[in-house]
């Protein structure tokens, strides 16, 4: 089965739809995740961004370009420089990079020095419950509770005595 990277760049665009609803930032104007979103750069060219949104906020309208690869290794440097020259000649851009795998240490830092924030995006595994060195995460917390209640009058019917009430 060919991997054209669609149903990655799916799971990313609904993770970070979701994201945006949950943060409740979709009051802003014009939010909504587009994915294949073409752009025309400042020479007319037109380039294509795997998920795109933008909102205005105070009069300013900020735009944002996620571009993802579905890899089985590291992104490497070019994949950054290849994005860099995506969004050089289009203004007030905010480019991401999201993939899988993580990146390799001079990509991490070309992303750096150029803005451009990096993500992995996958679901979770066991590895994601322990630290760096291997120590583990609190997982589950099973916790078991008897909890007693101070007594409380449930029900009320009370019976009258005609002699009495005489």
Not at 3 to 10: P, T
Not at 57 to 76: F, H, M, W
Not at 80 to 95: C, E, N, P, V, Y
């Amino acid at each position: 089965m060919n991997n054209d990277g669609k149903d990655y760049e799916q799971f990313v665009a609904l993770l970070h739809q979701a994201l945006l609803n949950a943060e409740n930032i979709t009051q802003q104007k014009n939010i909504k995740v587009e994915l294949n979103k073409k752009i025309v750069d400042s020479h007319g060219v037109e380039r294509e961004f795997d998920i795109y949104w933008e909102y205005e906020l105070a009069g300013i309208t900020y735009k944002t370009v996620i571009e993802c690869k579905d890899y089985n290794s590291r992104i490497p440097l070019e994949k950054i420089d290849a994005l860099i020259g995506k969004i050089r000649d289009i203004s007030d851009l905010r480019a991401v990079f999201a993939t899988k795998k993580g990146y390799q240490s001079g990509a991490k830092t070309k992303a750096e020095h150029n803005r451009i924030d990096l993500l992995v995006v996958r679901e979770q595994d066991d590895s994601d419950w322990q630290n760096v060195d291997g120590t583990p995460f609190i997982k589950e917390i099973h916790v078991n509770m008897i909890i007693r209640m101070p007594a409380h009058i449930t029900d009320f019917q009370p019976l009258l005595d005609a002699k009495w009430a005489k």
